[in-house]
T-cell receptor, first 114, second 111 residues
Framework: EPEVTQTPSHQVTQMGQEVILRCVPI?????FYWYRQILGQKVEFLVS????????KSEIFDDQFSVERPDGSNFTLKIRSTKLEDSAMYFC????????????FGSGTRLTVV | GQQLNQSPQSMFIQEGEDVSMNCTSS?????WLWYKQDPGEGPVLLIA?????ELTSNGRLTAQFGITRKDSFLNISASIPSDVGIYFC???????????FGQGTELSVKP
């Protein structure tokens, strides 16, 4: 079954450093998403992306965050200057045009800011 | 903002028992979804509901979308050890739109 692939599975970074989280969505999918889950809490929406632009973003997705689809297969989330409170699991998700509800999530990248 | 309240927060049951968990919202959603999350993994879709009053089954799972579109329940019958995990409800306003997740119900199953 097709999967959304995220790398790395775990990343440790120093506070203030830039970090890029990488995702390879399912190949024929057109809509892409990032969510995050702080340890022990619920999953929260960050941003949705379609046709090379942001469709919607949450209050969490401030100027420190950006997303990019640099080529035909990757979808990245960049955090410019990480803070301790950015420590969380970050999930990428994708869906295709005809998918009515929900979408497919990746296994996540655990980001630890020290 | 839109919020989903999920209950109970956690459940400890014996293998073979049936389980029921609920989710309520202050606002209406067009689609309601139930996801399961295993440790260290992303959420996996179990059941999707998009008609008010709809009752849908997927194996041992049964879910219903409330008539008011503001609530849902998920039942698991004859639980087994691999049912262990965190179950999240999620509401979606429109096709492909953001998901609003509940806080999750952590299920533990004793063999």
């Amino acid at each position: 079954e097709p999967e959304v692939t995220q790398t790395p599975s775990h990343q440790v970074t120093q506070m203030g450093q830039e970090v890029i989280l990488r995702c390879v969505p399912i190949s024929n999918h057109l809509y892409f998403y990032w969510y995050r889950q702080i340890l022990g809490q619920k999953v929260e929406f960050l941003v949705s992306f379609y046709n090379n632009e942001i469709s919607e973003k949450s209050e969490i997705f401030d100027d420190q965050f950006s997303v990019e689809r640099p080529d035909g297969s990757n979808f990245t989330l960049k955090i410019r200057s990480t803070k301790l409170e950015d420590s969380a699991m970050y999930f990428c998700a994708s869906r295709d045009y005809g998918q009515i509800y929900g979408y497919t999530f990746g296994s996540g990248t655990r980001l630890t800011v020290v | 903002g839109q919020q989903l309240n999920q209950s109970p927060q956690s459940m400890f049951i014996q293998e073979g028992e049936d389980v029921s968990m609920n989710c309520t919202s202050s606002s209406i959603f067009n689609t309601w979804l139930w996801y399961k999350q295993d440790p260290g993994e992303g959420p996996v879709l179990l059941i999707a509901l998009y008609k008010a009053g709809e009752l849908t089954s997927n194996g041992r799972l049964t879910a219903q979308f409330g008539i008011t579109r503001k609530d849902s329940f998920l039942n698991i019958s004859a639980s087994i050890p691999s049912d262990v995990g965190i179950y999240f409800c999620a509401g979606q306003d429109n096709q492909g739109g953001k998901l609003i997740f509940g806080q999750g119900t952590e299920l533990s199953v004793k063999p």
